[in-house]
């Protein structure tokens, strides 16, 4: 009788099979995806009498269709939409990380981040606050040092009370600029107007991941409606080629440089003090 379902994600070498293994011991199972090479993992932990289910999601570092491993992620998420994502994310490593983090934000997941390796980060002299993180974000931060267990019980009771609450998890909206933002809002329209482009994903998740040139998403668009999706594309392809004039850049380009840039400003807010210059030690 399994009460929950808990998905972890994140970056490559965050550290999740370490946490999966550390939160789920023996009590595993390893195997495949339908029709793909990539690994699937799931194991079972045991929480205040409950059994939770434990899937360890293929390392990314998007929610873009551009590989295997980044479908199969997004996929799980709004096939089997579990109680709570654990983003494991590297606190050595704070804001690249943060990226695939601000796409969970803005599918609008119940999500908890499991701040990893904070004993790598202190011996580089990087303090972070989680507590302002977490209000920044609107998320749980949990720090951790998965290798060995620190904080891994405070993630899971955590990570419980997300999957117990009835939070309403409004997807982030973050600006991507003039262009970009009244596209994605003339898109937001569009979709808003189909139900099969708004039953997997939120309207404006799907308007940005057009502008991202995701395949899958054009390509199922266009076997639903052809005379939708070809609507959608004229409007996607209109602002490309307009950026691609005025400044020689595509659509994905200008939407990572804004996502990174949202990232910098919740990370000078006071999130993470440099105490000092590892590279003196050596
Ligand atoms: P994955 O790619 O996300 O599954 O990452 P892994 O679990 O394989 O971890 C990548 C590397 O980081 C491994 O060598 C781990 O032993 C190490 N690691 C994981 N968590 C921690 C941690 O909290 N502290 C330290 N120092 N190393 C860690
Ligand atoms: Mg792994």
Redesign the pocket.
Same mark, same amino acid.
């Given at each position: 009788d399994i009460s929950h379902t808990f998905a972890l994600a /994140? &970056?490559? &070498? +965050? /550290?999740?099979? !370490?946490?999966?293994?550390h939160l789920t011991g023996a009590r595993q199972h390893v195997g495949n995806y339908p029709g793909i090479t990539v690994e699937r993992k799931e194991g079972y932990v045991l929480e205040n009498g409950q059994r939770i289910k434990l899937v #360890?999601l293929p /390392?990314t570092y998007s929610l873009t269709a551009y590989s295997a491993e980044e479908l199969v992620a997004r996929d799980f998420l709004v096939n089997e939409k579990p109680g709570v994502v654990i983003n *494991?994310v590297d606190a050595s490593n704070l804001e690249r990380n943060l990226y695939l983090t601000a796409q969970f934000l803005e599918l609008g997941v119940p999500l908890v981040i499991a701040l990893?390796?904070? #004993?790598?980060a202190k011996s580089r002299g990087i303090t972070i606050n989680t507590e302002k993180l977490s209000e920044l974000l609107g998320v749980p931060v949990v720090p *951790? *040092? +998965?290798? !060995?267990g *620190?904080g891994t019980k405070e993630l899971l009771a955590t990570a419980c009370q997300v999957a117990a609450g009835e939070n309403s998890w409004q997807p982030l909206t973050i600006s991507y600029g003039e262009d970009l933002d009244a596209t994605i809002m003339q898109l937001v329209a569009e979709i808003e107007r189909h139900s099969f482009l708004t039953e997997r994903y939120p309207a404006r998740f799907t308007a940005i991941k057009y502008l991202e040139n995701d395949e899958q998403l054009i390509v199922l668009g266009r076997d639903e409606s052809p005379t939708v999706a070809a609507a959608l594309e004229a409007e996607v392809n209109k602002v490309s080629q307009h950026l691609q004039k005025t400044l020689s850049v595509f659509p994905e380009a200008i939407i990572a440089d804004h996502r990174y840039g949202y990232l910098k400003s919740v990370l000078r807010n006071g999130v993470i003090t440099q105490t000092f210059d590892s590279d003196r030690l050596y």
């Amino acid at each position: 009788d399994i009460s929950h379902t808990f998905a972890l994600a /994140g &970056n490559p &070498n +965050a /550290g999740k099979t !370490t946490l999966f293994n550390h939160l789920t011991g023996a009590r595993q199972h390893v195997g495949n995806y339908p029709g793909i090479t990539v690994e699937r993992k799931e194991g079972y932990v045991l929480e205040n009498g409950q059994r939770i289910k434990l899937v #360890d999601l293929p /390392g990314t570092y998007s929610l873009t269709a551009y590989s295997a491993e980044e479908l199969v992620a997004r996929d799980f998420l709004v096939n089997e939409k579990p109680g709570v994502v654990i983003n *494991i994310v590297d606190a050595s490593n704070l804001e690249r990380n943060l990226y695939l983090t601000a796409q969970f934000l803005e599918l609008g997941v119940p999500l908890v981040i499991a701040l990893n390796m904070v #004993d790598v980060a202190k011996s580089r002299g990087i303090t972070i606050n989680t507590e302002k993180l977490s209000e920044l974000l609107g998320v749980p931060v949990v720090p *951790i *040092i +998965a290798r !060995t267990g *620190i904080g891994t019980k405070e993630l899971l009771a955590t990570a419980c009370q997300v999957a117990a609450g009835e939070n309403s998890w409004q997807p982030l909206t973050i600006s991507y600029g003039e262009d970009l933002d009244a596209t994605i809002m003339q898109l937001v329209a569009e979709i808003e107007r189909h139900s099969f482009l708004t039953e997997r994903y939120p309207a404006r998740f799907t308007a940005i991941k057009y502008l991202e040139n995701d395949e899958q998403l054009i390509v199922l668009g266009r076997d639903e409606s052809p005379t939708v999706a070809a609507a959608l594309e004229a409007e996607v392809n209109k602002v490309s080629q307009h950026l691609q004039k005025t400044l020689s850049v595509f659509p994905e380009a200008i939407i990572a440089d804004h996502r990174y840039g949202y990232l910098k400003s919740v990370l000078r807010n006071g999130v993470i003090t440099q105490t000092f210059d590892s590279d003196r030690l050596y």
